[in-house]
């Protein structure tokens, strides 16, 4: 038996990285395709319980171990994400426009919830720094500064130009990283910037696995400075599911520094002794951050 890591699922075919980076190809035996289970029909006022098939079989980013042709267990997951299908992510580029599209401080935030949620680290990279006039950008990154004081790494980076592409090669150092973020910010020049040939190595690729070189549904992972790195298309979004109202105050990380007034203080506008809109009145919580808390809780609501 040997042990290595998932980079790509095709067709119920997976290829397993190994320690020696030689890649070997199993399918996964049949107690890890799926498993029957019995659940509660929640509509039903029977006590019937009705068979479900539940997917319990390996994701791109497990640690498997190989047996023959076959593999027959995969190690215990870190974190798990379900769009994209992955497993044991270090850490999510968030790729964002400074400009063309508009920039979304909103979007951002949603982003970031859903990452922090699943235990993975954010990186915020804004491209197409270039577009802006000197003003609008420092304008701009006085507020993005309140990202960092949040202790979360913000990037400036003209991918043409390459100017900034230096610290996204480095923060890639031995992580595995996958790419997420705003449509159209300029995710596939980013990757093909800090790595030369990339396109052409996934094309490759994904002629030799049997991919048409439009298909984005098939999960990859590519080495790259000792780590691992997947391929941007398929990744313009994350699963926002799984969040709720209970979760916003954890998940708006700022917010734990404030003691409200009211134990389960909601930190809804005109609420008298919250500490949270004491802290936005005073200029210490990002106004667009408060804004963007509402709209989700809400939603949530809803």
């Known amino acids: 038996m040997i042990k290595g890591r998932v980079i790509n699922l095709c067709g119920g075919v997976y290829k397993v990285l190994l320690d020696d980076n030689t890649i070997i190809s199993a399918k996964a035996r049949g107690k890890l395709r799926s498993e029957k289970v019995y659940l509660k029909n929640a509509n039903s006022l029977s006590q019937k319980l009705i068979p479900q098939k539940v997917k319990n079989s390996p994701k791109v980013g497990d640690i498997v171990n190989v047996d023959g042709e076959f593999i027959i267990s995969y190690d215990e997951r870190k974190n798990e994400l379900i769009r994209p299908d992955i497993s044991n992510v270090d850490q999510i580029l968030l790729v964002f426009a400074f400009k063309e599209p508009t920039f979304s401080f909103y979007l951002l935030d949603l982003f970031i919830l859903n990452v922090i949620k699943n235990n993975i680290t954010p990186i915020i990279v804004i491209t197409k720094i270039d577009k802006g006039d000197i003003n609008e950008i420092l304008d701009f990154k006085e507020k993005m500064a309140y990202y960092e004081k949040m202790g979360y790494k913000v990037y400036y980076v003209d991918s043409i130009n390459k100017i900034g592409t230096d610290k996204v090669i480095d923060a890639l150092k031995n992580k ?127």
């Not at 159209?184 to 030799?208: C, R």
């Open 176 to 302: 595995i990283t996958i790419l997420s973020g705003q449509t159209g910010a300029g995710k596939s020049t980013l990757i093909n910037s800090i790595i030369p040939g990339f396109n052409l190595e996934t094309q490759e690729i994904s002629n030799a696995l049997g991919r048409g070189k439009h298909t984005t549904r098939e999960i990859s992972l590519y080495q790259y400075n000792g780590g691992l790195i997947g391929d941007s298309p398929g990744f313009s979004k994350l699963d926002a599911l799984g969040i709720v109202k209970a979760d916003l105050n954890e998940l708006f990380v700022e917010f734990k520094d404030y003691k409200c007034k009211f134990k389960d203080c909601n930190h809804q506008k005109g609420s008298v002794g919250c500490a949270i809109i004491d802290a936005v009145d005073n200029g210490e919580i990002l106004p667009s951050r408060y804004n963007n808390y509402l709209k989700l809780y809400n939603d949530l609501k809803r």
